[in-house]
């Protein structure tokens, strides 16, 4: 088993920031890809950020600049810092782990359950 349990969603206004996190287990840590992907209700996923073991990291378009995925080796736990958060970041976002990254994509193995973010205005 490897859970993946993500924390830190909430609602912030539009230009505020917050921060969510994703324990890991020690097993889950080891894998190749480590990321954040989105789902809005009705439309299809988007991978936001990915970050591959030797920690190059990428970005989708959208959040690029604005978005920073880390990981921590010593608590194993994946981060995503938002800033400037605009309405269209509104989303449930789950952490995800796999063999490969695609883009700012994740072929996940695994996946969280998921946090809701809402961006309001």
């Known amino acids: 088993q490897v859970p993946l349990v993500e924390s830190g969603g909430g609602s912030v206004q539009a230009g505020g920031s917050l921060k969510l996190s994703c324990g890991l287990s020690v097993d889950a840590f080891r894998r190749p890809c480590m990321g954040w992907f989105r789902q809005v209700t009705g439309k299809g996923r988007e991978g936001v950020a990915v970050?591959?073991?030797?920690?190059?990291?990428s970005y989708a378009e959208s959040v690029k600049g604005r978005f920073t995925i880390s990981r921590d080796s010593e608590t194993y736990s994946l981060h995503l810092q938002m800033e400037s958060l605009k309405l269209e970041d509104t989303a449930v976002y789950h952490c995800?782990?796999?063999?490969?990254?695609?883009?700012?994509?994740?072929?996940?193995?695994?996946r969280g359950q998921g946090t809701q973010v809402t961006v309001s205005s």
């Open positions: 970050i591959h073991g030797d920690g190059d990291a």
């Open positions: 995800a782990i796999g063999k490969n990254c695609q883009n700012a994509d994740i072929d996940d193995e695994f």
